[in-house]
């Protein structure tokens, strides 16, 4: 079965940045789309950040340009760069994993425990 490990998160400074990495087995990791799910104090959970099976990838205009998201699939690791974090970037980052999700950001059937992220102003 799919599963999914986060790891990474930790407290920061508004300004700094953090790098996410998720641990993935139980697929095939190189034929899945991967992605990064954020839930501030709350909210719902929201898409961020998604990578194809093809290496192609696509962002929420929140974190266009400030985080970066890759996979390594010798590694079967899916990363998150964040850089300039912000307070509102706190919250819970999730994992998550589909072989075909409807949407970019949306949709995906398997997921992460998630791993905290504190931003502080």
């Known amino acids: 079965r799919v599963q999914l490990v986060e790891s990474g998160g930790g407290s920061v400074q508004a300004g700094g940045s953090l790098r996410l990495s998720c641990a993935a087995s139980?697929?095939?990791?190189?034929?899945?789309?991967m992605g990064w799910f954020h839930q501030a104090p709350g909210k719902g959970r929201e898409g961020i950040a998604a990578?194809?099976?093809?290496?192609?990838?696509t962002y929420a205009d929140s974190v266009k340009g400030r985080f970066t998201i890759s996979k390594d699939n010798a590694k079967n690791a899916l990363y998150l760069q964040m850089n300039s974090l912000k307070p509102e970037d706190t919250g819970m980052y999730y994992c998550?994993?589909?072989?075909?999700?409807?949407?970019?950001?949306w949709g995906f059937g398997n997921w992460g425990q998630g791993t905290q992220v504190t931003v502080s102003s």
């Open positions: 990578i194809d099976s093809d290496g192609s990838t």
């Open positions: 998550a994993a589909d072989p075909s999700p409807p949407a970019r950001l």
């Open positions: 139980g697929y095939t990791f190189s034929s899945y789309c």
